[in-house]
Nanobody, 128 residues
Framework: QLQLVESGGGLVQPGGSLRLSCAAN????????IGWFRQAPGKEREAVSC????????NYPESVKGRFTISRDNAKNTVYLQMNDLEPEDTAVYYC?????????????????????WGQGTQVTVSS
């Protein structure tokens, strides 16, 4: 089963930073657009970023714009999410997933069903 593996989560104080990694377990990510998502307790899973296969285009919701940066290293088959100036509201399990559509675009309207190869997620807790 094709699956992504997220890592890098942890406990951080408000205003702190974390870098999450998303690696592929036995397949190449190089042709796919990749999305990062998060799900807080009692809330729906929401998109926090997307990057196209070349890394040439990214998008973010307003809630994280200017604080989160998505990037990728195709030579390492890994996608990253740099999170700065973290807030308690960023506390969630973070997931990455592959976009089932073209790798050259990130969808403007995100539907979870358009993404696959979900990993187990990595917990991010922002608390003092």
């Amino acid at each position: 089963q094709l699956q992504l593996v997220e890592s890098g989560g942890g406990l951080v104080q408000p205003g702190g930073s974390l870098r999450l990694s998303c690696a592929a377990n036995g397949f190449s990510l190089n042709y796919d657009a990749i999305g990062w998502f998060r799900q807080a307790p009692g809330k729906e899973r929401e998109a926090v970023s997307c990057i196209t296969n070349s890394g040439g285009s990214t998008n973010y919701p307003e809630s994280v714009k200017g604080r989160f940066t998505i990037s990728r290293d195709n030579a390492k088959n890994t996608v990253y999410l740099q999170m700065n100036d973290l807030e308690p509201e960023d506390t969630a399990v973070y997931y990455c997933a592959t976009f089932a559509g073209s790798g050259y675009v990130c969808p403007q309207l995100v539907r979870l069903t358009d993404f696959g190869s979900w990993g187990q997620g990595t917990q991010v807790t922002v608390s003092s």
